[in-house]
């Protein structure tokens, strides 16, 4: 079969199975799986598939039906300015989330040397893209899941920071090394009754840990802020990612915890998702 015809077929799955964005999925799907890029598939149509890319894509197709999100599928995703490894095993990384990036590298020079924590880092994302935007900061990054340390460690190697960046399988509470200038953190903040609700493509494939938030959705924000309390230092400052309604009970918690609010910052949707707070 031709790329043209294999790419037909499985849009057609796609749509009968109310996939949003058929025609992309599949290009995507195809382009990874046979090494082009998709300019290559559209400009190819005719070019044969052999009997294994073949049946390797009808695998991928089927998996993308029952909802499961094409990072997993290509084992990567795009974060700030590079692709990072992904599996089930941690957090699709969001657009939204790279406003911390964003707002660490406003607030320190290039040539600044400052000690980064990042707290539940999963795929590392957040702290190897802030890592490699400032060449004198060097980081740390805890998780509660092993499996989550050993892809974080994956994608150190693969950026070429491994001198610059230390991992520690721990939960935050057992969490004893070291004093910071600047804490980062994007935490399980979902509400236990709200996990329901998510998008099938969420919560049937994305680590329930790394969602989760307790029965409040503050569970482990109060945790991560009493924590971070003790690990930075006097004058530092700490970036929370939050929920979209959370803005004024996170503050009071940070609050009562002895930070100052510098401000809080909007996603692209104009929601409430991060809070700049200092050490005091």
């Not at 009997?51 to 998996?63: A, D, G, Y």
């Not at 993308?64 to 990072?84: S, T, V």
């Not at 460690?153 to 001198?163: A, C, M, P, R």
């Not at 909007?266 to 929601?271: F, L, S």
Request: with cysteine.
């Amino acid at each position: 079969m031709n790329i043209e015809n294999t790419l037909s077929e499985a849009i057609s799955i796609l749509q009968k199975n109310k996939i949003l964005n058929p025609r992309l999925d599949c290009e995507i799907l195809l382009s990874n799986l046979i090494k082009k890029d998709k300019k290559h598939i559209i400009l190819n149509p005719k070019d044969l598939l052999n009997t294994k890319q073949i049946s390797k894509f009808k695998n991928l197709i089927e998996r993308r039906k029952k909802g499961e999100p094409i990072a997993y599928l290509i084992n990567n995703k795009e974060f700030w300015k590079d692709k990072f490894y992904v599996d089930k095993d941690v957090l699709i990384p969001r657009p939204d989330t790279e406003l911390i990036v964003e707002e660490v590298l406003k607030m320190y020079s290039k040539n600044s040397q400052k000690q980064i924590l990042d707290i539940g880092t999963g795929s590392g994302c957040i702290l190897l893209s802030i890592i490699k935007e400032r060449p004198n900061f060097y980081g740390t990054g805890i998780d509660i899941s092993k499996k989550s340390i050993k892809i974080s460690k994956f994608n150190t190697k693969q950026l070429n920071l491994i001198n610059r960046v230390k991992f520690f399988h721990s939960s935050v509470d057992n969490f004893r090394f070291g004093k910071y200038d600047l804490i980062v953190s994007n935490p399980p903040y979902i509400e236990l009754l709200n996990l329901k609700y998510l998008d099938k493509n969420v919560i049937n494939f994305e680590p329930k840990l790394a969602l989760n938030g307790g029965f409040d959705g503050f569970s482990k924000i109060r945790e991560f802020v009493i924590k971070a309390k003790t690990l930075i230092k006097r004058k530092g400052k700490f970036i929370l990612e939050i929920g979209f309604n959370q803005k004024n009970k996170v503050k009071g918690i940070l609050e009562d915890e002895g930070f100052y609010i510098n401000k809080a910052i909007k996603d692209y949707g104009n929601n409430d998702r991060c809070i700049i707070s200092t050490k005091i």
